[in-house]
């Protein structure tokens, strides 16, 4: 066991769950900020940074023993706050790569790959953490810690990892300008995003196209 994972699994719980939320928080309110749209050519660097960040203390949660809530059913939030907004804002602001390939499980064999939005991948982390942070408001900090794990693995960890690979992908096609293949290859008759069916041209995008909309310069 290294000494980060010991240090993880025998620290003061309040200590740790302190940790977890202020990298949550971080998390929420710089992507929050990020979709208004007031530095558009930073979008994909700063969603890199935010993404990487959030996904320390995912592997934090994942290394951490098993957290059991002290609540065998979990108390009524109420709704869950709109995101429709941050989504409808990112999905303009990533508009030229917003649509991404993803294979959900490497280690289940002749997976096709399929369609997915940077923004919607976005907005579900969004939600997934406010949820956890509802409950640390709240005091139930072993709720909070709880919530964070169990969706770190459910949902949250492995959308924020296809999300750092979409992201990282576009800024080497840009720094290293390499064209872009279309998805043109993936079977996106069954896919949707809402009510609206993905549709992909063939063909290659040169790297200067994305590039330029969003405000990344090549590397030199």
Request: hydrophobic share 40%; glycine share 6%.
């Amino acid at each position: 066991m290294s000494d980060a994972t010991l240090h993880d699994s025998t620290q003061n719980p309040d200590d740790f769950v302190v940790q977890i939320a202020d990298q949550v928080e971080s998390f929420l309110v710089a992507v929050t900020e990020v979709a208004r749209g007031d530095e558009p050519g930073s979008t994909v660097p700063f969603l890199l940074l935010e993404v990487s960040q959030l996904l320390l203390a995912g592997g934090r949660l994942g290394a951490h023993e098993d957290i059991v809530p002290e609540e065998r059913y979990e108390p009524d939030l109420g709704p869950e706050p709109d995101v429709d907004e941050l989504r409808e804002n990112l999905a303009r602001l990533l508009e030229p790569v917003d649509v991404y390939s993803e294979v959900f499980d490497p280690y289940e064999p002749r997976r096709p790959a399929v369609p997915a939005r940077i923004s919607d991948d976005i907005a579900d982390l969004i939600t997934d953490l406010r949820h956890g942070m509802a409950h640390y408001r709240a005091g139930r900090t072993t709720e909070a810690l709880w919530w964070w794990q169990f969706s770190y693995f459910s949902n949250w960890g492995p959308t924020a990892s296809s999300v750092l690979r979409a992201l990282q992908s576009v800024l080497i096609h840009v720094r290293l300008n390499q064209p872009l293949e279309e998805l043109d290859g993936l079977d996106t008759d069954q896919a949707t995003m809402g009510d609206e069916t993905l549709e992909f041209e063939a063909g290659r995008v040169m790297a200067e196209e994305i590039g330029a909309p969003l405000g990344i310069r090549r590397g030199t």
